[in-house]
RNA sequence: GGCCCCGUAGUUCAACGGAUAGAAUAGAAGUUUCCUAAACUUUAGAUACAGGUUCGAUUCCUGUCGGGGCUACCA
């Protein structure tokens, strides 16, 4: 039991023994001392009042006075106001510090039993008809980043990715290689393979305008009637057609370009540092989806339309009938994505499917949700869309069609760039050999990139300037990595047998407040990590972390560790720097940072 | 038009309905015979507007204004 959980205990107790009344403990509210003012825990009065009616002030002396007679750890409290400020025994810090420093794995938490159900979670879901940018990087770090806090949390967790390998986006990079590529390959182009289907694409799309604008001056029809009616249009459909038909001499192509594609992904996210478990394909998935419908079909859950397209009526939802299956039988997003939702629950039984996927979808997970419940499959209820924001540039929002989108392996080289000359700048490179330099700036400026977007809160939009946002000093990776390289520092001027016979301190009384306040967020990071993962949210941990740091700048500027006369205190110290170190160390990892030793 | 989300220092981000709204950056002023100054210290600066609920509102409710998203036989 914590000591908050201890608390919050005995106040109920208390008030229970006082009135005779029971109160709800969500009514409680314990929370970390703000740092003007003196204590631990502070609780807040306000909600007792009635119930012992006495003024905010007797009630906080009241309880604080319980306190110190009901909780031994408890030493002392003040009042101001309707807060009661709590603080604990020295003695309780000591005793934390002593039996956690050496705590590898403090903070996390194992798993409740091995046959638990697991939580899947989805994230990244490319096209591959598209290089990765900015808003796949947010996606990506999102995913791999709550996977890991549920984890750590205790849940069993599946990562998995759903590549969206088929439909009429992907016909349409094929088209267009197939009319203008001229046999190109990665190979003969030396052109990452992802890079060469995207420009495919955006080749099509500008073929197509030209169509598009021709046929409105020559026809006098609108936009939208001369994109349907468009040469190269009609032939991107037709291959959609001849592909759902698996006609060889198109999934050849489809093989070979998708191939190209996956080949240029995997380097990406390897840099990225991100993996998965399990990868489906649409093109694996849409089969088992139209199964269902038609199935959905038979039982008249849903209709069919006198052109032969099926549909989903959702009006007593208050929502616009959904299509599922086209006139000529071929497949949209909404019916790959029931057949993924079955396979996943086939696949896993998990207790919650995760989808890491943008706002912009909320609609669509709404919908998804609403045909899962029609067609009577109880998983509709475990799916939980987690819906991020989106990231913008100054000028608004990115768009691939006035090539305003940052590219994920630019920035990523960008930012190692960066790195590299602020390294350079600062005249710290002499005593790191050369090996060890790439690895290090690939740390730091993968790191800064990371922490930039990862301390965003998830469900907000977020901007990006490429001029400003890359950012070394201050609430960043640097920063955080920075202090983590003073620890190691420091840990390795006393060495390792030093360490190893570190001697717990006998008199607590001589702790300072630096020291004080570092041990409480220390103390904190267990119960935080449950929080994240209640709330999804990385940037929690990303903030949590800066402010550890903080803490410990500000300890290490006005404190000694090594030259501290007093061999207790200077052992002390060293324990508290360990661990310290160890909670940057777990929390980053978190966020899928590494942290340096030397910086 | 309808539905959803968001408006906090010049800028980028914080704040379970709780204390004097925190940081960072940009600005001003300082700190290095001492374990890494990518650090530390001081300073100035913000809840879009109007009501309501509450002991207490940036947070909840209503309206106004401003920004974004969705409303596809795209994904």
Redesign the pocket.
């Known amino acids: 039991m914590t000591i908050e959980q201890k608390i919050i205990n005995a106040v109920l107790d208390i008030l229970n023994a006082e009135t005779g009344q029971s109160m709800p403990v ?1 009514r ?10 003196t ?1 631990d825990f ?1 609780l ?1 009065v ?2 007792f ?1 009635k119930l012992l009616r006495r003024s ?1 002030e007797e009630c906080a002396v009241f309880l604080g006075e319980a306190l110190i007679k009901n909780v031994p750890e408890v030493d002392k409290y003040n009042v ?6 709590i603080s604990l025994k020295p003695s309780f810090w000591l005793d934390f510090l002593t039996k956690k420093h050496e705590d590898k794995d403090y903070g996390y938490q194992k798993p409740i039993s091995d046959d638990q159900q697991p939580v899947v979670v989805e994230y990244s ?1 490319p ?1 591959t008809n598209k290089p990765l940018h900015l808003g796949h990087i947010r996606n990506n770090l999102l995913g791999w980043s709550i996977a890991s806090i549920l984890e750590a949390s205790g849940q069993k967790v599946v990562r998995v990715n759903l590549v ?1 390998d ?5 016909c349409k990079s094929m088209l267009a290689w197939m009319k203008f590529g001229n046999g190109a390959t990665p190979a003969n182009t030396g052109t990452k393979g992802d890079k060469l289907v995207g420009d495919y694409y955006v080749q099509f799309e500008s073929e197509l305008r030209r169509q598009v604008k021709k046929m409105m001056q020559e026809k006098g029809i609108d936009e939208d009637e001369a994109r349907g009616k468009a040469p190269l249009m009609i032939e991107a ?1 037709s291959l959609l057609r001849r592909w759902e038909e698996r006609k060889p001499e198109v999934v050849e192509v489809w093989k070979m370009m998708n191939g190209w594609v996956y080949e240029g992904f995997d380097k990406t996210y390897k840099r990225m540092g991100i993996s998965f478990d399990k990868v489906y394909y ?1 093109s694996e998935t849409y089969l088992l989806g139209r199964d269902i419908v038609l199935e959905g079909l038979k039982r008249e859950r849903l209709y069919k ?1 006198a ?1 032969g ?1 099926v549909w989903a009526n959702l009006s007593d939802q ?1 929502l ?4 599922l299956l ?3 039988g ?7 994505d029931i057949g993924t939702a079955q396979l996943r629950y086939d696949d896993f039984d998990p207790q919650q499917m995760i989808y890491v996927v ?7 997970f709404n919908v998804l949700k609403k045909v899962l419940k029609l067609l009577g499959k109880p998983y509709n209820k475990q799916i939980h869309h987690l819906s991020y ?2 990231v ?1 540039l ?1 000028d ?2 990115m768009k691939s069609r006035e090539g305003t989108v940052v590219d994920a392996d630019d920035l990523m080289n960008e930012m190692e760039e960066t ?1 590299q000359i ?2 350079e700048e ?3 490179t002499g005593n790191i050999p050369e090996g060890d330099k790439i690895r ?1 700036y690939e740390m ?1 400026g993968l790191g ?1 990139l990371k922490y ?1 977007i990862l ?11 490429p001029e ?2 890359i ?6 990776a ?2 955080i ?3 983590h ?2 620890i ?3 840990l ?3 060495g390792k047998t030093r360490l190893k016979h570190l001697k717990p301190m006998e008199d607590a009384s001589v702790i300072n407040d630096k020291e004080r306040e570092l041990l409480k967020y220390i103390y904190y990071f267990p119960a935080l990590i449950s929080e994240a993962a209640k709330e999804y ?1 990385p ?2 941990i990303a ?1 949590y972390v ?2 550890l ?2 803490a ?13 006369p007093d061999r207790a205190i200077s052992d002390f ?1 060293l324990m508290l ?1 360990q661990l310290t170190a160890q909670v940057i160390c777990n929390g980053m990892s978190l966020l899928g940072i590494r942290v ?4």
Request: aromatic share 10%; hydrophobic share 30%; charged share 25%.
């Open positions: 969500e409680i509210s314990l929370q970390k001392t703000r740092k003007d003012f204590g502070t807040v306000f909600p009042v905010p101001i106001k309707g807060f009661l400020n879901s096209n969206n088929r439909g009429i986006h992907i459909q649409e339309k052109d397209s208050n616009d009938d959904k299509l086209r006139a000529d071929t497949s949209v997003y909404m019916t790959q943008g706002n912009e979808q909320n609609h669509h924001g989106m913008e100054p608004g929002r790195a602020t390294t600062l005249g710290k290090l730091i800064a930039f301390k965003v809160d998830p469900r907000k939009n977020m901007l990006f300037n400003e946002s950012d070394f000093n201050g609430n960043t640097p920063f990595q920075y202090t390289a003073r190691s520092s420091i390795r001027t006393a949210s940037a929690l903030n800066y402010e740091c903080k410990f700048n500000q300890f290490y500027h006005d404190h000694s560790v090594l030259n501290e110290r720097s340096p030793d030397k910086m």
